[in-house]
């Protein structure tokens, strides 16, 4: 018993001094790695990739190749990564291994004009200055919007192209945004690119000037300026992936899957900022650049199943893949599929902005990895503007393909907000919605024949079938919605009723309400609200009553609109 009792004991040290142990080496090999950064870029193999969704939710992945897994942690994602027990293997930092000369820090150029040369990296000071010179000297087309600040004091910016710079038309809204992860640099430079070539083309290259006339682009080069400089404002050479607080951005966003904070964080400033700015915009359509590979990666992220528009997601991908080889090197752009992915096929992810917007604000965003270098040598940038420029273009144009036109209300031709689906066909938040001040709706979709149902709150659905698309092209289909309350009030909201009897066989009497002389115009329109019949009465003396026959019409319900100048009637009238 005794020998028992001491054994249990010995054993209970042994285990207690084991535990000792491996929390003191695990805290020591933490205060090892993160001595000098916020973050470390290890990687590491599993043995299946059924791994990778409980991986995800510790670290954070930035490349799966086979069973090779590359990703980034802060301390205490990485002390998470350690009770798994995986052999790992630290990186250099992808911010750490150019030198000053190849960074090419500010150029040589104090001002960006036509013909600028964008084969350097600027320092912060200089993007600020850049973006508010893309504004100051192009006001007809350029505005710049400042979206938030950071969590140290650093200026989110975004500029809006368009011929109508100041005001929404109904044009569609696209925004591209890049550098979320801040060691991912390329998009970074090849947006201020972007930014400066449709500005200095606008009124001379047809392609650029019909885009700013009929789009509305919006282009935040910098989603992540303080990972970018955390070196400091003179340079990106130290850039790392996080924020200042060490929260992965592109993890951060509500998921439709996931919940609103999937990676445990708090919504960050810049997370809230970008967040903000979609809620005031419906971008129809939008990018967000990244590093690290060559490849479109399209929704979803979080959810094995497919979007609803996967087969278009897949053709405006291979679009943009496709561009590219043509006139790039043998070998670019070429990852997983031929430079396109299912984001889940690749490696899921929770929180990422791609999700947020395409699920959250109806959209249609893609994930677009540029080099698989993340912070490539300035020397290089050029040649990476010259593979991906058309694609940069051919993307936004998709926005204003497949279907669109206005939806208004079919008695005031005032616009809606529609809720414009197609039964059969859309699920997960994939339908579109009208816009309200301007009535207009843009639907990408891959081709094919359609119906499209419209609803609004107060108003008679429509379905309108038969809707043929084809890839690269617009149907425009504008749409009226007819009032269910039409036809009990006038501008003054009083109640007159000027058609009778009612319901009838067609054979009706039209009631004038207001005495003396003048003309009054009658409109009829179907329950569609296709009109039907319109005319003038030109009243003489105390004449107020007059005949309508409307024998001919189908029987159905029709919307009466009596418009005497001074007030307008409506009524709803019935033929049996």
Same mark, same amino acid.
């Given at each position: ?106 150029? +040589?150029?104090?001002? *960006?004009?036509? #013909?600028?040369?964008?084969?350097? &990296? !600027? ?5 600020? /200055?850049? $973006? ?119 993890? +951060?966003?509500?998921? *439709?899957?996931? #919940?609103?904070?999937?990676?445990? &964080? !708090? ?5 809230? /900022?970008? $967040? ?301």
């Amino acid at each position: 018993m005794k020998r028992n009792y001491l054994a249990l004991v010995t054993l209970m040290f042994t285990f207690l001094f084991s535990s000792v142990y491996a929390q003191k080496n695990k805290q020591q090999t933490l205060d090892d790695l993160f001595l000098k950064n916020g973050e470390i870029y290890f990687s590491f193999r599993i043995f299946n990739r059924d791994e990778i969704p409980v991986l995800t939710r510790i670290i954070s992945i930035d490349n799966v190749k086979g069973n090779e897994v590359y990703a980034y942690a802060n301390r205490k994602e990485f002390g998470n990564f350690l009770e798994l027990g995986y052999t790992y293997t630290v990186l250099p930092h992808p911010g750490t291994l150019l030198s000053e000369s190849e960074l090419n820090m500010g150029g +040589n150029q104090k001002k *960006p004009h036509s #013909g600028t040369v964008w084969n350097f &990296y !600027p320092t912060y000071d200089q993007y600020v /200055a850049y $973006m508010q010179g893309f504004a100051s000297d192009h006001p007809g087309i350029c505005r710049l919007d400042t979206l938030g600040t950071t969590t140290q004091g650093r200026l989110l910016l975004s500029v809006k192209l368009s011929d109508s710079v100041n005001v929404n038309r109904g044009k569609p809204e696209f925004f591209y945004t890049s550098s979320m992860h801040g060691d991912e640099t390329t998009g970074y430079i090849l947006m201020l690119h972007l930014i400066d070539s449709l500005l200095s083309g606008y009124g001379s290259v047809p392609r650029i000037t019909n885009l700013l006339n009929n789009f509305q682009i919006y282009i935040n080069p910098l989603a992540n300026p303080d990972g970018t400089y955390a070196g400091g404002n003179n340079t990106v050479g130290l850039a790392i992936r996080y924020n200042a607080n060490g929260v992965d951005l592109n993890r +951060n966003f509500p998921d *439709p899957a996931a #919940g609103q904070h999937p990676d445990g &964080y !708090p919504w960050q400033m810049e997370t809230k /900022a970008f $967040m903000h700015y979609d809620t005031i915009h419906h971008f129809v359509m939008s990018a967000n650049f990244h590093g690290g590979a060559e490849v479109v990666n399209y929704p979803w992220d979080t959810w094995a199943k497919l979007h609803a528009d996967d087969t278009w997601m897949q053709f405006v991908s291979r679009e943009y893949a496709d561009t590219i080889h043509l006139h790039s090197p043998s070998g670019y752009f070429t990852d997983l599929d031929n430079g396109i992915t299912n984001g889940y096929a690749w490696y899921t992810i929770t929180g990422g902005r791609q999700d947020y917007t395409t699920y959250f604000h109806f959209g249609r965003e893609v994930t677009i990895e540029l080099s698989n270098v993340k912070l490539l040598p300035a020397g290089q940038l050029i040649n990476y503007w010259n593979y991906n420029k058309r694609s940069f273009l051919n993307y936004i144009e998709e926005c204003s393909k497949g279907i669109n036109g206005q939806v208004t209300d079919t008695v005031t031709g005032n616009p809606l907000r529609a809720k414009v689906f197609i039964t059969g066909h859309d699920i997960d938040n994939s339908f579109q919605y009208s816009n309200a001040s301007s009535g207009w709706y843009y639907r990408p979709i891959a081709q094919g024949n359609w119906a499209l149902t419209y609803t609004c709150l107060g108003y008679y659905a429509r379905t309108i079938n038969g809707i043929n698309v084809t890839n690269r092209n617009t149907t425009r289909l504008n749409v009226r919605m007819v009032p269910i309350g039409f036809g009990i009030k006038n501008q003054t909201q009083k109640t007159f009723t000027f058609v009778y009897p009612n319901p009838s066989n067609g054979n009706v009497h039209l009631l004038l309400p207001e005495s003396g002389t003048g003309s009054f115009t009658f409109t009829i329109f179907d329950i569609t609200g296709r009109l039907i019949q319109s005319g003038t009465i030109d009243r003489a003396g105390d004449k107020v009553v007059f005949p309508l026959d409307l024998t001919q019409l189908p029987k159905g319900i029709y919307l009466f609109k009596l418009d005497g100048g001074k007030s307008v009637y409506k009524n709803k009238v019935i033929i049996n």
